[in-house]
């Protein structure tokens, strides 16, 4: 079992649409909660960063961590064609486990 | 703030020569860089932690002696590929975290390697 699993898509959605993109993981001492969104052959940008469980906003961005159930979820509102990327979920403990990646595209 | 920068952002060398990437963190001192490498449609794939004076820590296979290390200071890590062959060919990208909180890494924008 990998210690991160993330459905790597590919997500097409309309613009406008709420997107939802997911990752669960197996390690209960995982204690940070990342988002990256990575771009066609650039590296990755932080989006958000959590610790602990509950959720945390950022403009149209929502990243949500629920330990009891080892599931993290990115939230966008108000989807945008500039949204378009691939969106890795990440944990850390002592170590950093990347998910493999969602694929989004947003259509305008 | 928290800018990293790689250098260079593309490179193609020919099988049994050596590459240097270099990793810049341009307006913090980084205490810790990391090294992925990210082969199409797949995630990043750590390949070793290296902290400002120290020996790099490599993954579980990744042969220290093929990717070399070296983080003289507190803002430049590099890398050398050394005798490429094609299967080394990837996206290669560092991090680098301030150690203030474990969990936010800054990335480069990546180099991709091409070995013919």
């Known amino acids: 079992q990998k210690e991160v699993e993330q459905d790597p898509g590919p997500l097409s959605v309309p613009e406008g649409a709420i997107v939802s993109l997911n990752c669960t993981y197996s390690?209960?001492?995982?204690?940070?909660f990342m988002w990256y969104r990575q771009y066609s052959r650039k590296g990755p940008e932080l989006l958000m960063y959590?610790?602990?469980?509950g959720n945390k906003e950022d403009g149209r961005f929502t990243a949500q961590v629920d330990k009891s159930s080892k599931y993290i979820s990115l939230f966008i509102r108000d989807s945008q064609p500039s949204d378009s990327a691939t969106y890795l979920c990440?944990?850390?403990?002592?170590?950093?486990?990347f998910g493999t990646g969602t694929s989004l595209t947003v259509i305008p | 703030g928290a800018v990293v920068s790689q250098h260079p952002s593309w490179v193609i060398c020919k099988s049994g020569t050596s590459v240097k990437i270099e990793c810049r963190s341009l307006?913090?001192?980084?205490?810790?860089m990391f090294w992925y490498r990210q082969f199409p449609k797949q995630s990043l794939m750590l390949m070793a932690t290296?902290?400002?004076?120290?020996?790099?820590?490599?993954e579980q296979g990744v042969e220290k002696d093929k990717f070399l290390i070296n983080h003289a200071s507190l803002t430049l890590s590099t890398l050398t590929v050394t005798s490429a062959h094609p299967e080394d060919s990837s996206f290669y990208i560092c991090?680098?975290?301030?150690?203030?909180?474990?969990?936010?890494?800054?990335f480069g924008p990546g180099t991709r390697l091409t070995v013919t």
């Open positions: 991090s680098a975290t301030t150690g203030l909180t474990y969990g936010e890494q800054y």
């Open positions: 390690n209960s001492a995982f204690q940070y």
């Open positions: 959590t610790y602990s469980s």
């Open positions: 990440a944990c850390t403990g002592n170590q950093f486990y």
């Open positions: 307006d913090f001192q980084a205490t810790t």
């Open positions: 290296s902290n400002e004076g120290s020996k790099a820590t490599y």
